[in-house]
């Protein structure tokens, strides 16, 4: 770890230049006004400097609400009640991120009196008026000398130009993408993952990036053995390849390198001779109907991947007694356009990071756990095609082109052998780190992460995207800096190594730099897979900043002859965002297109990764105009987080969400809905607090400024959950998938008690949610003491 350690006098995020540096900030003093009274927020003692209502009635405010979402105040909803059909997004007053300067027009309810002034003789008015022409003329000449010498195009500190991120922006052109993205792609067939890595690297130094560096971490990698692994049929002895293919030295030679990366990264190894049992997708309802009719006890599981994360169903299976597991996708949950029927693919059971130093960063002179193998289970995914002839059964879809799940008649029997073959070797993980330094908060950062090829896993092309939208971006921004302007925040880029292995680079890198992360990191920006399909736009957003990507996305659709409804959701991602969600509660916004057929179906089905062609995406996407506007759209985003004196972060939207969260029939829920309505009245008062400095430019006292800010990005903080099932997220927020509007380790505590009256298990998980509402309220109502004490320091 040499290279790590020589990079912390001169990263910025590693040294004085960057995380301790103090900077001066405007200390412009707060304009006097009286507090007026309001009539959405009666409760409070804290009333409002403008009028909320008058602001409410102003034309424009309706388009950053969702579609669904009712036209109602959110002020005048009866919390006490719990009345939760009314939880609606909130939509904050005068346009939250639109425009955080004082209109014009602005008019403070209560002005100071001039003082009268003595009356003067001729003589003196005469003089003074002398003098007056005097200055002006020579104003006039010192206003032309300035305004000749000096650069006019650069916005000050603390305001926002409504131009300037578009600018930026309008630079960035689908064709640049795609000369990028073929680039790229020519680099991927090296093993060695160094070139791709110094490619990036000196392509973000030409570009102006300041001190990018290469970050390097010795981990732990399962990589597939030289010798494929097989499945051979016990009843014929006819043996296979996880591709379907026969044994055979030419079939080998056929499917080349795709071929040994259809394997399980961590899986145990060995052979294991069983029968085969059918658990279709291993859900707990699954296995127990199963149990009820078979000893599982050492046997294999024909498991489909999708519903639940696959490694919270390995974790039941080998609760269960399994020895082995044959994965597979079934063809039924998938689009029509799609036939995977001899695909193979990989899927990693790593749940971040290096499996040999768990929860601490791989540098020199760490302890190393012995930690080959994540499991003991045998896990082989194998392909569709495969399991047909296991189960010898037919073509799944029948000539009416209905689809016929595949599989295994309970009254036969299937007895195969498996041998799984990897090797565990110690390999060099390389991130890519540059930044762009902040000029007012240089100790606060927006991170944008994109993802790299990493050598001995499946040659996708997804990161090709990654990496090409993110250094479109750079591009443009550059172009912006070098002219004189820079953001308020701080904005750093990452291209993380070994993200295919479980976002090792993201998860040593994180662990590595925690203490200061946790401290500084203000929101990531995740630029993982931004293009999986071409139909619909699909945005993931935490709930504080689900309304800022709704006003960029309808912005977008104005630009656009068709603009199809967007969802907005808070669900379970892949990629290099695990750990800053999971570990740090940082707020996260990831732009993507999908299939909108492939969201119709089981969810995590994106945990396997499959060999797709740059042919592929260029087939999706000939003209790069999605890229453009993924590029495009994460930009703005980042630009408004980087550059607002605000954080444009909603508390209220937190609240709504945890409500909505609890909608429904669900059991034992009466006391987290009435800490859930406290959350919401504590949360509605703060934003009330938040919009003051946010919309009137009086309001930013430094000192201000600074500790709502600090509040601000800290608020998802309280629901990171100490334990969550495997695979789950330990941030409580996220949702298992799109058709799941519930915390999610009360979902699953609620399956796992259903035989029982009375469930540990249940009671730990109610319990862990309303310690995180109960957290967050009480966090939201120090934020407000906060507020009435520096209020009551300048009355």
């Given amino acids: ?54 602001e409410l009635e102003e034309s424009g405010f309706d388009q950053f609400q969702l579609d669904s979402a009712e036209n109602q105040n959110l002020g005048h909803s009866e919390t006490i009640d719990l009345d939760l059909d009314s939880i609606q997004p909130a939509t904050s007053p005068k346009g939250r991120f639109q425009r955080l300067q004082e209109e014009s027009d602005y008019i ?31 104003g006039i000449f010192i206003g032309y000398y300035v305004h000749t010498n000096c650069p006019s195009d650069t916005p000050s500190s603390g305001t926002v130009d409504p131009q300037l991120y578009q600018e930026i922006l309008k630079t960035i052109q689908a064709e640049d993408i795609k000369k990028s993205f073929r680039n790229l792609v020519q680099l991927y067939k090296s093993e060695d993952d160094m070139e791709i890595s110094k490619k990036i690297k000196t392509q973000w130094t030409s570009l102006g990036l300041e001190d990018v560096q290469f970050v390097n971490y010795s981990v732990l990698l399962n990589l597939p053995d030289p010798s494929p692994s097989t499945v051979t049929l016990s009843s014929s002895g006819q043996c296979f390849h996880p591709n379907g293919q026969p044994c055979s030295e030419e079939a080998r030679k056929d499917s080349s390198q795709d071929l040994l990366y259809s394997y399980a990264a961590y899986s145990a190894k060995g052979i294991l001779k069983a029968e085969v049992i059918d658990v279709s997708y291993g859900m707990a309802d699954d296995l127990k109907r199963i149990r009820k009719i078979k000893n599982v006890t050492n046997q294999i599981a024909l498991l489909k991947l999708g519903k639940l994360p696959l490694l919270y169903k390995l974790s039941l ?59 003991s289970l045998l896990v082989q995914p194998i392909s569709a095609s495969l399991v047909a002839k296991l189960i010898s059964s037919p073509k799944a879809r029948t000539k009416n ?3 016929s799940p595949l599989e295994l008649p309970n009254n036969e029997v299937r007895v195969v052998s498996m041998q799984v073959q990897t090797v565990t070797k110690l390999k060099t993980v390389t991130n890519v780190v540059g930044y762009v330094m902040g000029l007012t908060s240089p100790d606060r950062y927006i991170i944008v992460g994109s993802h790299h090829h990493t050598a001995h896993s499946y040659n996708g092309q997804e990161w090709a995207s990654s990496t090409a939208i993110i250094t479109a971006f750079i591009r443009a921004l550059m172009s912006k800096v070098k002219r004189g302007w820079r953001p308020d ?23 590595d730099f925690k203490k200061v992360l946790q401290k500084n990191v203000v929101a990531y920006i995740s630029i993982h897979s931004p293009l999986r399909g071409n139909s619909s736009l699909h945005p993931v957003a935490s709930p504080s900043l689900q309304q800022l990507v709704v006003e960029k996305n309808n912005f977008n659709c104005t630009r656009r002859a068709q603009c199809p409804e967007t969802n907005i959701s808070s669900i379970q991602i892949q990629g290099d965002a695990d750990y800053f969600i999971n570990h740090l509660g940082v707020p996260i916004v990831q732009f993507a297109y999908e299939d909108i057929k492939a969201l119709e179906g089981p969810s995590f089905l994106s945990e ?49 969400e945890v409500q909505n969260n609890l909608k429904g029939d669900q059991p034992n829920t009466h006391q987290l ?15 009330s607090d938040e919009m003051r400095p946010a919309n009137d430019p009086k309001e930013r006292a430094s000192n201000r400024i600074r500790m709502l800010n600090d509040i601000l990005q800290d608020m998802e903080k309280s629901f990171l959950v100490k334990q969550a099932p495997p695979g789950f997220y330990r941030n409580i927020l996220y949702h298992l998938d799109e058709k799941t509007s519930r915390f999610s380790i009360l979902v699953e505590a609620w399956e796992h008690c259903k035989p029982l009256a009375s469930n540990e298990t249940l009671q730990e998980a109610l319990s862990e949610v309303l310690n995180s509402i109960n957290s967050a309220q009480v966090y939201f109502k120090a934020g407000l003491d906060v507020f009435r004490s520096v209020l009551d320091g300048k009355n």
């Fill in 608 to 656: 396997a990764l499959f060999s797709t062609r740059a042919t592929k995406i260029e087939e999706m996407d000939p003209s790069f105009n999605l890229h453009e506007t993924i590029t495009k759209l994460s930009g703005e985003v980042i630009l408004q987080i980087a550059n607002e004196p605000v954080l444009p972060f909603n508390a209220i939207d937190i609240a709504l």
């Fill in 108 to 138: 403070t309810h209560y002005t100071r009196s001039a003082p009268k002034s003595n009356r003067c003789n001729f003589c003196h008015l005469l003089k003074i008026l002398c003098i007056a022409t005097s200055l002006f003329i020579f």
């Fill in 673 to 687: 809905l009435a800490m859930a309505s406290r959350l919401r009245e504590s949360a509605e008062l703060f934003q």
């Fill in 317 to 375: 299976l080998e609760k269960a007694g399994f020895g082995g597991v044959l994965l597979y996708i079934d063809p039924c949950d998938l689009p029509k356009t799609v036939n995977p029927s001899h695909d193979t693919f990989m899927v990693s059971l790593n749940p971040g990071g290096d499996p040999s130093t768990p929860g601490y960063p791989s540098v020199d002179g760490s302890f190393r756990q012995s930690r080959s193998n994540l499991t």
């Fill in 1 to 54: 770890m040499g290279e790590t350690e020589a990079t912390l006098p001169n990263m910025s995020l590693q040294g004085k230049k960057m995380a301790y540096q103090k900077v001066n900030a405007d200390q412009r003093a707060p304009g006097h006004s009286q507090y007026l009274d309001n009539d959405d927020l009666q409760a409070t003692a804290l009333d409002l400097e403008w009028d909320m209502e008058k």
């Fill in 489 to 511: 925040r701080t904005i750093v880029f990452c291209s993380w190594g070994g993200t295919a292995f479980g976002n090792i680079g993201s998860y040593e890198w994180g662990e």
């Fill in 401 to 403: 082109d209905a689809c």
